[in-house]
């Protein structure tokens, strides 16, 4: 089961759009923004057609979304794992 799957997907138009490039990680994606490597998931279920959930490496050159409010979603996450 994909412990994920439940979680509130907000989409907001302040949200931050990037195109990945050589050496992308998800993790160091979520350090730069969030300032926090654990939150790598959050980048991930944003972007569902383009990242594969079994990695943390993106392909170069794929355009992604990253939240920027995140509250609700890890809000959402820390009640589901209660």
């Not at 412990?3 to 992308?24: M, S």
């Not at 794929?62 to 809000?75: A, F, K, T």
């Amino acid at each position: 089961m994909n412990r994920y799957a439940n979680i509130e997907k907000l989409r907001n138009e302040n949200d931050i759009w990037v195109e990945t490039e050589f050496g992308d990680r998800l993790d160091l994606l979520a350090n730069q923004f969030y300032q926090d490597v654990t939150l790598y998931w959050i980048i991930a279920i944003a972007n569902p057609n383009i990242v594969n959930m079994g990695s943390l490496f993106l392909t170069e050159g794929s355009q992604i979304r990253i939240p920027v409010n995140i509250q609700q979603i890890v809000d959402s996450y820390n009640l589901l794992n209660q």
